[in-house]
């Protein structure tokens, strides 16, 4: 019956979301940290691990973060281990890792699941409204300013191509 319950609640969760902004997760620090914070702002939500072939995107996440935000744009990293084992860190590691290999300064949010029964209400959310199932590290979402999804780009399209960059300058605008 509890189990039961829980389903329902988290169906009327998902229900109810019109955007990102519905939702809250824990930033990698611990506190809640709810999306509604960057409303208005451009988003671009990539589930990240540390020990991936995509890993070196954290670079060109950086670059982008830095370039775009005085002008709305908001990286986030959403740490997640569904693939293989490639992000095993707890979030102090994954924070400290991220911070002195690849002097991330863009938010972090605690690890989550991306994928299967367990998968986080922001990913359900996500992978309902555009293009199913993640499948696999650095997938990114692309966020208007009213918090709708524009776009999904896979892993293989890095944060810094050309497609990416045009979509983010098209949605600063």
């Known amino acids: 019956m509890r ?11 998902l229900a109810a979301a019109s955007s990102v902004y519905d939702f809250t997760l824990n930033s990698i620090d611990g506190p809640p940290a709810p999306l ?21 995107q954290y670079t060109a996440l950086e670059a982008v973060y830095e370039k775009y935000k005085d002008q709305g744009l908001v990286v986030m990293g959403f740490p997640a281990n569904n693939f293989m084992a490639q992000e095993p860190g707890t979030n ?8 002195r290999k690849y002097n991330v300064t863009f938010p972090m949010y605690s ?9 986080a209400p922001l990913y359900q959310f996500l992978t309902e409204q555009k293009g199913g199932d993640i499948k696999w590290n650095f997938t990114k ?9 524009i776009a999904r780009f896979e892993p293989k399209v890095t944060p810094d191509s050309p497609e990416v960059v045009a979509a983010i300058e098209k949605a600063l605008q």
């Open 111 to 119: 690890k989550i699941s991306v994928k299967g029964d367990d998968k």
């Open 3 to 13: 189990y039961l319950v829980a389903g329902l609640l988290f169906c009327m969760c």
């Open 36 to 56: 509604a914070a960057y409303k208005g702002k451009v988003l671009l939500l990539v589930n990240v691990a540390s020990k991936c072939g995509f890993t070196p």
């Open 92 to 99: 102090e590691e994954i924070k400290t890792f991220c911070s």
């Open 141 to 149: 979402f692309l966020i208007g300013r009213d918090g709708t999804i």
